[in-house]
């Protein structure tokens, strides 16, 4: 045993149990993994990105494996919206997209959402808003609030067909949301939606589902 081996050990066995309490705590401290409620729910909040931050960009390898083994849709998601903004991970805005669309695929309306949401925007993609309606019609349909209420401003746009006032202005009638600034946008959708419809066909929307 060296000499250094020596001060070592001697430190260490004046070290107080308290003292190695601490540092076994520390080095205790692993992030887990989010579960798959957590993440959909951080991805609503679209707080997704900002969390792998603050974990300190520990969970890469874990969420890559979920996204390209497991296939999960949501980490799928996840994991593409990394490379897209270059999040924790090199920017790869192809391969990124490529891992979007299959959670969008699997039918994630989170990812069906968000692909909307940037065909609308021409974000990352040429703009195209034929295919952002079709993403957020479909997302909107599983009951995505988000997708709904953009589904109503383009319509309020000028975009779409007027067949789909009533489906749009029915899933806005029945929707729950305590985001109030949400709440305004639905209130609003909803007057400019009225506007467009004949009352029989405004009547039946407000049925009940």
């Given at each position: 045993?060296?000499?250094?081996?020596?001060?070592?050990?001697?430190?260490?066995?004046?070290?107080?149990?308290?003292?190695?309490?601490?540092?076994?705590?520390?080095?205790?401290?692993?992030?887990?993994?989010y579960t798959q409620d957590e993440l959909l729910q951080l991805i609503r909040q679209n707080q997704h990105l900002k969390r792998v931050k603050s974990d300190d960009c520990?969970?890469?390898?874990?969420?890559?494996?979920?996204?390209?083994?497991?296939?999960?849709?949501?980490y799928q998601f996840l994991f593409g919206?990394?490379?897209?903004?270059?999040?924790?991970?090199?920017a790869n805005v192809e391969r990124g997209w490529d891992l979007m669309q299959a959670?969008?695929?699997?039918?994630?309306?989170?990812?069906l959402e968000q692909i909307g949401r940037y065909y609308q925007q021409g974000k990352f993609v040429?703009?195209?808003?034929?295919?952002?309606?079709?993403?957020?019609?479909?997302?909107?349909?599983?009951g995505n609030l988000n997708a709904q209420i953009r589904l109503a401003e383009l319509l309020l746009g000028g975009s779409g067909s007027p067949v789909d006032y009533e489906t749009v202005y029915r899933w806005l009638h029945h929707s729950v949301t305590a985001d109030k600034n949400m709440h305004q946008r639905i209130q609003?959708?909803?007057?400019g939606l009225a506007g467009k419809m004949p009352g029989a066909v405004l009547a039946r929307a407000k049925q009940p589902l």
């Open positions: 045993m060296n000499k250094l081996s020596v001060v070592y050990l001697a430190l260490c066995l004046l070290m107080p149990a308290t003292a190695w309490a601490q540092v076994s705590t520390a080095e205790l401290q692993v992030v887990q993994l520990q969970l890469v390898k874990d969420i890559e494996a979920r996204a390209d083994i497991m296939k999960l849709p949501s919206d990394m490379l897209a903004y270059g999040v924790c991970v090199p959670a969008a695929a699997q039918g994630l309306p989170e990812a040429q703009k195209d808003l034929t295919k952002a309606q079709h993403y957020l019609f479909e997302a909107g349909s599983m609003k959708a909803l007057a």
